[in-house]
């Protein structure tokens, strides 16, 4: 597959995302974040990720189970899942595992690479300075328009922590499943 605008990268295959969760959020660490929209084409470095682990998982939209809403989540892996919170910031995830399977990462933080404006730590302000909106919602990863690449990264120093404003979920919000990247400064919080 040949890469997508201007940066002459690849998004990566189906089966990248078509693994374990935590093994997919772990791995998208360092990898690249490609928004084309406008003729403007938008990178940044993903740094910051929240593993989320299908409908047993409290903490996840899919604990509900299959709405509206979180019908991208129970769909094919390697789409996004784009949604609105607090009726304003919207939130990126990308959809993992097997279809019906309702898990995904969400992405945190990355670190401007070309294009991107504003800050960049939390997922909806990712979301604005990426220009990613519910628009997004349910697009194919494995496309030219909004997808994710491989890109040269020095090894990365991964750190491990509980996930950020899940405190409802239980024992599902003390899980380490929140991944960063060592010192970046655009990591949302340490």
Not at 37 to 62: F, K, N, T
Not at 90 to 96: A, D, E, L, Q, Y
Not at 147 to 152: E, L, N, Q, S, T
Request: overall charge positive; some cysteine; charged content about 20%.
């Amino acid at each position: 597959m040949s890469g997508g605008g201007g940066t002459g990268l690849a998004p990566l295959p189906r089966a990248f995302y078509d693994r374990d969760t935590i093994q997919v959020a772990r791995e998208l660490l360092g990898k690249v974040l490609v928004h084309v929209s406008g003729g403007v084409e938008r990178v940044g470095r993903i740094v910051e990720v929240e593993a989320y682990l299908g409908p047993q998982d409290r903490a996840a939209h899919s604990s509900r189970g299959l709405t509206r809403r979180t019908r991208v989540m129970f769909g094919p892996p390697g789409h996004a899942y784009v949604y609105l919170i607090y009726g304003i910031h919207c939130c990126m995830n990308v959809v993992t595992e097997a279809d019906g399977h309702a898990s995904a990462v969400l992405l945190r933080a990355v670190e401007p690479v070309a294009n991107v404006e504003g800050r960049t730590q939390g997922p909806g302000l990712l979301c604005r300075a990426m220009g990613i909106d519910r628009r997004q919602n349910g697009q194919d990863l494995v496309s030219q328009a909004l997808y994710i690449a491989a890109a040269p990264e020095p090894p990365l120093s991964i750190v491990r922590r509980p996930r950020i404003g899940v405190d409802y979920a239980g024992a599902w919000a003390r899980r380490l499943l929140r991944f960063y990247v060592r010192g970046n400064p655009f990591v949302s919080r340490p």
